[in-house]
């Protein structure tokens, strides 16, 4: 199983993707979890990440894809894995879809978690951290401040959507109801539970 994980701030990405992953047996990828793996590893990749990270810039696409690529090749993602905040753009995931090519392997699913904003606003405003013995909002937390957020999202990365339904990958699940349930349309769109293989070409194949 190779899929890809979709969804806006506050749809419940990082919760989804831990549950399917371990149901279907496969790594959960996060690209937070890879650039902080390079970064604290000193790897040359992470050097070069973290000199565009103190300066205050962007991390160029080459070095990202670069990163990803060098942990879809590892031993415990040969059987599949989840990509959980990547790609962000349509020139990622076409760098995505090159970068599987050469290492024999294409995507079998992407999974879009689908919420109402206003649902969105009301979930990350809502959420608190504790301070000095008190919960208070995260200053990112506001409503107005998550809006601006969830307006980058529909800019940059929500085209993925049709890019990918396009390719006829995409399943649109509604992440609303408890975690139990969002988990259970999110698997039914993958099929039964058990080992999936992929073809090159993208196409799924199961085995």
Sequence with gaps: MRVVLLGPPGAGKGTQAQIIAGRRGVPAISTGDIFRANVSGQTELGLLAKGFMDAGELVPDEITVSMVRDRLAEPDAKVGFLLDGFPRTIPQAERLR????????????????VVDE????????????????QWVQRDDDDPE????????YQEQ????????????????????GSVEEVTARALAALGQPGPERSDPTGQPSAG
Excluded at 98 to 111: A, C, I, T, W
């Design 98 to 113: 090159s970068s599987l090519q050469e290492l024999g392997h294409g995507l079998d699913r992407v999974l879009e978690l």
């Design 118 to 133: 206003d649902e969105l606003v009301r979930r990350l405003s809502s959420r608190r951290m504790l301070v000095d013995g």
């Design 145 to 152: 401040t998550v809006r601006r957020r969830l307006h980058v």
């Design 157 to 176: 990365t929500a085209p993925l959507s049709g890019f990918y339904e396009t390719a006829g990958l995409l399943a649109r699940i509604a992440a609303v």
